[in-house]
């Protein structure tokens, strides 16, 4: 065993011995230099660029293992890529074990900040901005890890995203913490991953502030075990502005959260008001599809100890069907909570299992709305319940998410 200790302690001293460190400083030839530097770091290495602007025409590549790729402060290593003509995203990591901090990216072609495959990606103290505020020309992401293992999304900002500023999609072991989301479409989204918390963020004047969401035909489906908690999901307000056929343009204005079709949800600790749709809403994916293993129905969701002030003021009922039928249903007295109630047929008929029910506790003075769909589906029947204390139950708490 100690002769094991010292050959993996001389392999670590090496690896920091032949590492090298690059500083990089504004040139017209920044496109070349920083590319090129990507290029060539190895393990260990890292990259620094220097206070200042540089500018790029083209997309910046990363596919180098277990390097530090930095700037020199949020507000002032500046990666402008507003004369970008070729490359789908600003950066792209394909790589493992890489750091990126302290830069920021602005008005890229594409996405900002594009993952894939990553295990291990660490996102820290970064900016990915549209500058010309809220258009559907702007990148669909600002930070946009896919398909990858242990991510951390941590003090960074996303604003401006005309799909989602801060995405994590097709992921397991997630944290995404102290991160402001603002003026995008969906501020904040979790979509068809396992394990996420998702804590201490800022999600306002967004469409919809923070979405948990499962969809079909994806490898990678069935979401599970997502924690959201000490989050404010406050003041969404921006027009959807996603362009036609995203899903996420869907999404009405003044939404602050959005749980579908995902299972082991829990909310907690959370202040969401201020949006004028709907502060909270529990629902099934309601558009048909042929992927015959996707599960549409959220289950096992907890929604607890949140605090809820003003929401539901100004519906935005031209946009999707969601705060339409709710408006409808609830004749303008738009609740804090709402749940659509569809469930596959067997447990309309004869109840769910006591695992899978919706639990809603302890949320203060929060008002709620549920609908019943066999009575929604026959004439003389009110479908509307409004009585919250039938979902009153005991909490059992998520597994906190630690990354490797």
Same mark, same amino acid.
Not at 186 to 204: K, M, P, Q, R, T
Not at 268 to 296: A, K, Q, R, W
């Given at each position: 065993?100690?002769?094991?200790?010292?050959?993996?302690?001389?392999?670590?001293?090496?690896?920091?011995?032949?590492?090298?460190?690059?500083?990089?400083?504004?040139?017209?030839?920044?496109?070349?230099?920083?590319?090129?530097?990507?290029?060539?770091?190895?393990?260990?290495?890292?990259?620094?660029?220097?206070?200042?602007?540089?500018?790029?025409?083209?997309?910046?590549?990363? +596919?180098?293992?277990?390097?530090?790729?930095?700037?020199?402060?949020?507000?002032?290593?500046?990666?402008?890529?507003?004369?970008?003509?070729?490359?789908?995203?600003?950066?792209?990591?394909?790589?493992?074990?890489?750091?990126?901090?302290?830069?920021?990216?602005?008005?890229?072609?594409?996405?900002?900040?594009?993952?894939?495959?990553?295990?291990?990606?660490?996102?820290?103290?970064?900016?990915?901005?549209?500058?010309?505020?809220?258009?559907?020309?702007?990148? &669909?992401?600002?930070?946009?890890?896919?398909?990858?293992?242990?991510?951390?999304? +941590?003090?960074?900002?996303?604003?401006?995203?005309?799909?989602?500023?801060?995405?994590?999609?097709?992921?397991?072991?997630?944290?995404?913490?102290?991160?402001?989301?603002?003026?995008?479409?969906?501020?904040?989204?979790?979509?068809?991953?396992?394990?996420?918390?998702?804590?201490?963020?800022?999600?306002?004047?967004?469409?919809?502030?923070?979405?948990?969401?499962?969809?079909?035909?994806?490898?990678?489906?069935?979401?599970?075990?997502?924690?959201?908690?000490?989050?404010?999901?406050?003041?969404?307000?921006?027009?959807?502005?996603?362009?036609?056929?995203?899903?996420?343009?869907?999404?009405?204005?003044?939404?602050?959260?959005?749980?579908?079709?995902?299972?082991?949800?829990?909310?907690?600790?959370?202040?969401?008001?201020?949006?004028?749709?709907?502060?909270?809403?529990?629902?099934?994916?309601?558009?048909?599809?042929?992927?015959?293993?996707?599960?549409?129905?959220?289950?096992?969701?907890?929604?607890?100890?949140?605090?809820?002030?003003?929401?539901?003021?100004?519906?935005?009922?031209?946009?999707?069907?969601?705060?339409?039928?709710?408006?409808?249903?609830?004749?303008? +007295?738009?609740?804090?909570?709402?749940?659509?109630?569809?469930?596959?047929?067997?447990?309309?008929?004869?109840?769910?299992?006591?695992?899978?029910?919706?639990?809603?506790?302890?949320?203060?003075? &929060?008002?709620?709305?549920?609908?019943?769909?066999?009575?929604?589906?026959?004439?003389?029947?009110?479908?509307?319940?409004?009585?919250?204390?039938?979902? +009153?139950?005991?909490?059992?708490?998520?597994?906190?998410?630690?990354?490797?």
């Amino acid at each position: 065993m100690q002769n094991l200790f010292f050959i993996f302690s001389c392999a670590l001293l090496s690896f920091a011995l032949n590492a090298k460190h690059v500083f990089l400083s504004p040139s017209v030839n920044s496109q070349e230099e920083i590319q090129e530097a990507l290029i060539d770091l190895e393990p260990g290495d890292i990259l620094t660029l220097e206070q200042g602007e540089y500018f790029f025409e083209d997309g910046l590549s990363l +596919d180098v293992d277990n390097v530090i790729f930095e700037g020199s402060g949020i507000n002032n290593t500046i990666l402008n890529f507003g004369d970008q003509i070729s490359g789908a995203q600003g950066l792209l990591v394909t790589s493992d074990g890489v750091t990126l901090r302290d830069f920021a990216i602005l008005d890229a072609k594409g996405d900002a900040i594009k993952v894939i495959g990553a295990d291990g990606i660490s996102m820290i103290r970064l900016r990915t901005e549209w500058t010309g505020g809220p258009k559907e020309t702007n990148g &669909a992401y600002g930070f946009y890890p896919v398909e990858s293992k242990d991510v951390l999304i +941590d003090g960074c900002v996303a604003i401006g995203a005309s799909d989602a500023g801060i995405y994590v999609g097709q992921s397991r072991n997630i944290i995404v913490k102290n991160s402001v989301a603002q003026y995008n479409v969906a501020g904040i989204e979790i979509e068809n991953s396992y394990y996420a918390d998702v804590f201490d963020n800022l999600a306002s004047h967004n469409t919809g502030g923070i979405l948990v969401f499962d969809l079909p035909d994806l490898p990678q489906q069935g979401g599970h075990h997502v924690r959201v908690f000490r989050n404010k999901a406050i003041n969404n307000d921006t027009d959807n502005f996603a362009p036609e056929g995203n899903i996420v343009g869907e999404v009405p204005r003044g939404t602050g959260i959005i749980i579908q079709a995902n299972s082991d949800v829990e909310v907690f600790d959370n202040d969401i008001y201020g949006n004028g749709t709907v502060n909270l809403s529990i629902v099934t994916y309601g558009y048909d599809t042929d992927d015959e293993n996707y599960n549409p129905h959220p289950k096992s969701i907890q929604i607890h100890n949140n605090r809820f002030g003003d929401g539901g003021f100004d519906p935005d009922v031209g946009t999707g069907e969601l705060a339409a039928i709710l408006f409808d249903l609830s004749e303008g +007295d738009m609740p804090d909570i709402f749940w659509d109630g569809i469930l596959p047929m067997n447990q309309m008929l004869f109840g769910q299992p006591d695992e899978e029910r919706l639990i809603i506790s302890n949320n203060g003075e &929060a008002t709620f709305l549920t609908i019943n769909p066999i009575k929604y589906m026959l004439p003389f029947f009110d479908p509307v319940e409004r009585d919250i204390s039938k979902y +009153d139950g005991e909490i059992k708490p998520l597994p906190e998410v630690i990354l490797n």
